[in-house]
């Protein structure tokens, strides 16, 4: 389960899929492949994509999982293989997190517009958000509340076809149920 992804929202999905319309869409089986090859960017290949600068990372250990949604609520942190299922955006990059500073990711677009991104630090690799472990971030850097933000607080707008550059800056856990960025001493 998704960060931010309640029951109630597990229960809406569970009824969106027995409703006729999805009936006649196969649903794909989720596994941690779904959107890399659409989101790989290669080089010399032209065409829209995200570059974007992880800021605030607590450490350079584990990997970086950066997702593209699209930017409204109903989709924003919804699972993958139902949004593939539905032909909507899905994107997914995975990459070690590395030594270099800063901390760069590409994920290619399908094209102008405005999208919501989501970055999780999966500090011990199991590829899971872990409360106390991990870090997310969000495009548009909200500040994090119980859960999780709106989609147009967390979407970036891109209007060109070309690489569009945003930063993003990452939250851990900072208190009992609180998140934010790391503080600098």
């Known amino acids: 389960m998704k ?11 569970a009824a969106a899929l027995t409703a006729p319309m999805a009936a006649a869409q196969p649903i794909i089986p989720s596994t941690p492949d779904l959107g890399k090859a659409e989101g790989k960017c290669r080089s010399g290949e ?9 800021d605030g990372l607590k ?10 949604y699209p930017a409204n609520d109903k989709d924003f942190l919804q699972d993958d293989n ?19 500073n800063p901390v760069e990711l590409c994920v290619r677009i399908p094209g ?10 999966d500090r011990d690799g199991n590829r899971k958000f872990g409360l106390s472990v991990d870090g ?11 859960s999780k933000p709106k989609a147009g607080h967390s979407s970036v707008v ?9 930063a993003v800056v990452m939250n ?14």
Request: proline fraction near 5%; charged fraction near 15%; avoid cysteine.
């Open 3 to 13: 960060l931010g992804v309640s029951l109630g929202l597990v229960l809406t999905a």
């Open 46 to 54: 032209g065409g829209p994509a995200l570059l974007v600068r992880v």
């Open 59 to 68: 450490d350079h250990r584990g990997n970086l999982k950066l997702e593209v």
């Open 82 to 100: 139902i949004l593939i299922s539905e032909g909507k955006t899905f994107r997914r990059v995975e990459q070690p997190v590395g030594a270099e």
């Open 112 to 121: 102008p517009g405005t999208y919501a991104v989501s970055i999780l630090h």
């Open 136 to 146: 997310i971030a969000f495009s548009g850097n909200p500040k994090l509340g119980l």
């Open 158 to 166: 891109v209007t060109g076809n070309g690489i569009s550059r945003i």
């Open 172 to 185: 851990y856990r900072t208190g009992l149920m609180s998140f934010g960025p790391l503080r600098k001493n």
